[in-house]
C-alpha cells in the first residue's frame, strides 16, 4: 500500500515491491541496507524538462544517482546534473521525498527530488563509464510530453511488461516526483 507522510510541507512516498508488482516474489526482508539517491528535474528556458533515457530500454526518468559519503544533497545534485545532463544547474530546490524499500536487493532508498534551472553546457562528457556503456542520453520534453509519457510507463508497469526490477520502481517513484 502507497501512503505519503507530510513533513514540513514536503510529502514523502513510501513505496514497496507490493506497489509496483502484481505478485510479490520476495521474501521479507529482515535488515535493509540504506542507500541515499537524488533526483532531479532540470528545467530549460523554454519550460522543457529533461529526462534520461538508454539504449537497453526504452523508458525515460528523472536523471540523478547516488549521494556519495560526505556529499550534500545540493552537491549531489550539481554533480549529476553536470554528469547526466550536461550542464551546471542553477537554484536546486528540494520538492519531494521517497522511501523505497526494495526486497530483491534488500535495500531501503531514500530518495530527494530537486527541481533546479539548467545553467551552462559542459563540453566534456562526464557520464560514468557504465552510462556510457548504456549509451545513456537526455531528450527533452513539455510538461504535458512528460505526464503522456509518465503515464504510458505506469501503465506498463501496472500491465506487468517492465521487465527490469529497478526500472519498474523508478518509473513509480519518478512519476510521484513530476507530479
Known amino acids: ?22 505478485e510479490n516474489k520476495f521474501e521479507p526482508v529482515n535488515t535493509w541496507e540504506k542507500r ?19 539504449l537497453v530500454h526504452d523508458f525515460l ?44 536487493n534488500s535495500k531501503e532508498y531514500e530518495t530527494h527530488c530537486f527541481v533546479a534551472q539548467k545553467g551552462v553546457d559542459i563540453d566534456k562528457d562526464l557520464r560514468t563509464d557504465n552510462e556510457k556503456n548504456l549509451q545513456t542520453y537526455i531528450k527533452w520534453v513539455s510538461v504535458s510530453e512528460a505526464r503522456q509519457i509518465y503515464s504510458k510507463q505506469v501503465e506498463q508497469v501496472q500491465n506487468g511488461e517492465v521487465k527490469y526490477y529497478n526500472t519498474a520502481f523508478n518509473i513509480i517513484r519518478d512519476n510521484y516526483f513530476f507530479r
Do not use: H, Q, Y
Open 1 to 22: 500500500m502507497i501512503f505519503r507522510i507530510l513533513f514540513m510541507n514536503m510529502s514523502i512516498k513510501i513505496i514497496r515491491d507490493e506497489d509496483v508488482f502484481s
Open 36 to 54: 541515499e539517491t537524488v533526483r532531479l528535474v532540470v528545467v530549460r528556458s523554454d519550460k522543457k524538462i529533461s529526462l534520461m533515457g538508454n
Open 61 to 104: 526518468l528523472l536523471p540523478g544517482g547516488g549521494v556519495d559519503e560526505g556529499e550534500t544533497l545540493e552537491d549531489a545534485v550539481c554533480c549529476e546534473c553536470k554528469e547526466e545532463v550536461g550542464s551546471t544547474c542553477l537554484i536546486p530546490k528540494e520538492i519531494a521525498e521517497s522511501k523505497e524499500f526494495r526486497a530483491r
